[in-house]
């Protein structure tokens, strides 16, 4: 036991020594390259950021993240209370409102109604500050007001990123799940039928579907028209079509009871058939339009589908195109909001914050309300949509600049 215990003893210490020596070797390797590439902390961002920055960052990102529970929390009760009956009644699973309804219901409100917590945040802590006369010693330690607003930037900068990776990216899949599980449990019944569709499928190629069903994803009364020199050389018709929903490629779809009529000049060819698979450049999601469709794109499937309807002449592209720019103009919202709140609320004052709460709250509500009536405006109106997504981060710009000149006043 004596001579294996003893083996035991120098293993450990052979294997101490290489670890030692490796260590050793790497500690003069990085202390090396330290020397080497020292305009490397020149370049480091947090190299700019005090004590006092990260005390304010942990409170503004704390303080968004406490309202954000609050607030969503109490939403969820209410929507419980609500739609309990409904959940009954369809015999809703509970994983199912769990993880496929309340699971993307939190960040679908949260994100749409974060320039509200970006700004009571704002509004809340700095108050609290001011209450604790913690402003006044900063302003007195020779802090001036712009450069007190740097880490309330560095923080609304991280609020917006993080508002449009998850409205442009990560939302659109979860609000895909949470109405098809409003269609089969809350019985919210969803468009899945098109009247006399007729849309531009390629140059000079016209599609024309009398009626289409997106349940089956068939289509009556189909017609096909291409045209040269504004002149019809093909002319296809069928009683039905199918869209092929197991091809490895998009566009396919299956013609009944089919007939092709060739023009060439004074000629004329008529073919016809029972059934022909043929590719026409469209998609059912081309066909039906349902309401909130556009929340379910991400971006880059948002622009590819609002370049590709454009092109085909259609007219229902002006939703998709005021929800693609309300994507950035709203993560751009916590600038501004974070500008009037912090003006608003960093002078210590008689009363505590309930009455900058209040005109927080007001602020807010004003500015969703904006986004609301701008993007009517741009549906109904004619307005274009990039101007209306912006109308109210526009508005809300002359006041927070406004803000910004009399606040150190």
Known sequence: MKAKNIRRFRRILKFNRRMRNR????????SWLGKKMKWMKFINPFRYLKILDWYIIKKFIGTYFYSIALIISISIVFDINENLAKFTQYHAPLRAIVVDYYMNFVPYFANLFSPLFVFIAVIFFTSKLAGNSEIISMLAAGVS???LMRPYMISAAIISVMTFLLGAY?????TIIRQNFETMYKNKKKNTSAENVQLQVGQGVIAYIQHYDNNTKKGYGFCLDKFEDKKLVSHMTASEVQYDTISDSKYHWKARNWRIRQLRGMKETITSGSIKDTVVMMEPTDLVYSKGQQETFTSPQLKDYINKQIDRGSG???????????RIATSFASFILTTIGLSLSSRKRKGGMGLYLGIGLALSFTYIMLQTVSSTFAINADTPPILAAWIPNIIFTIVAYFCYRKAPN
Do not use: A, D, M, T
């Open 23 to 30: 260590l050793n070797w790497l500690f003069v390797s990085f």
């Open 170 to 174: 990560v939302i659109p899949k979860g």
């Open 316 to 326: 229902n592209v002006v939703q998709y195109e005021v929800e693609y720019h309300k």
């Open 145 to 147: 007001f712009k450069r």
